[in-house]
């Protein structure tokens, strides 16, 4: 069974920034393919960045120049870095395979108000 854990969210002013973290445990063969998902309040919850099977990146156009995905494949650790952070990026933040093949963890919170 895979464990998803993401963690890091908190309350952050217009401008700020973050880093998630999803710290992924059990068979889950390896880190290559996820990616960080959010769901904003009333909203279904939609992609924001993943790793292609070439091992680039791509990031969704709402977050692109903004969102940043890595991981350390050695912590079977993926994270999200966010920098210029806007009240709508206020959502819980999950991660993932891409496309997502595992039960969902319990998310982060990420609030972005002043």
């Known amino acids: 069974q895979v464990q998803l854990v993401e963690s890091g969210g908190g309350l952050v002013q217009p401008g700020g920034s973050l880093r998630l973290s999803c710290a992924a445990s059990?068979?889950?063969?390896?880190?290559?393919?996820m990616g960080w998902y959010r769901q904003a309040p009333g909203k279904q919850r939609e992609w924001a960045a993943s790793?292609?099977?070439?091992?680039?990146?791509i990031c969704a156009d709402s977050v692109k120049g903004r969102f940043t995905i890595s991981r350390d494949n050695a912590k079977n650790t993926v994270y999200l870095q966010m920098n210029s952070l806007k009240p709508e990026d206020t959502a819980v933040y999950y991660c993932?395979?891409?496309?997502?093949?595992?039960?969902w963890g319990q998310g982060t919170q990420v609030t972005v108000s002043s």
């Open positions: 790793f292609t099977s070439g091992g680039n990146t």
């Open positions: 059990g068979t889950i063969g390896s880190i290559y393919n």
């Open positions: 993932n395979t891409f496309p997502p093949n595992h039960p």
